[in-house]
């Protein structure tokens, strides 16, 4: 099972990022995906995710409503991240993540992690 997430960086506030996550290794179509980040000295968090399956249904953590958004293009078996209006408090490394059947922001119930990739956010 493989999880690459890419496209994280270096961004002034109101700047814009997309995150990827190219996933291998299991059946995409059974799994939701979602993100998830950590600030330093913070407890991981959900952020978004999208449901498994033809449904596609997006969840988002509140104070990302209406800035960031969750796509998935299931021929590559990858997700996306759209990020807009960044602001320095999104500032963590993020991190993709495989769920089976359905979307959750509870870390216990992620069954692959992948690797983070860093956002950073300047004032």
């Known amino acids: 099972v493989q999880l690459q997430a890419s496209g994280g960086g270096l961004v002034q506030a109101g700047g814009s990022l997309r995150l990827s996550c190219a996933a291998s290794?299991?059946?995409?179509?059974?799994?939701?995906i979602g993100w998830f980040r950590q600030a330093p000295g913070k407890e991981r968090e959900g952020v978004s995710c999208?449901?498994?399956?033809?449904?596609?249904?997006?969840y988002y953590l509140d104070s990302v409503k209406g800035r960031f958004t969750i796509s998935s293009d299931n021929a590559k078996n990858t997700v996306y991240l759209q990020m807009n209006s960044l602001k320095p408090e999104d500032t963590a490394v993020y991190y993709c993540a495989a769920l089976y059947s359905f979307c959750t922001f509870i870390t216990s119930g992620v069954d692959y992690w992948g690797e983070g990739t860093q956002v950073t956010v300047s004032s």
């Open positions: 290794g299991f059946t995409f179509d059974d799994y939701a």
């Open positions: 999208v449901s498994s399956g033809n449904s596609s249904s997006t």
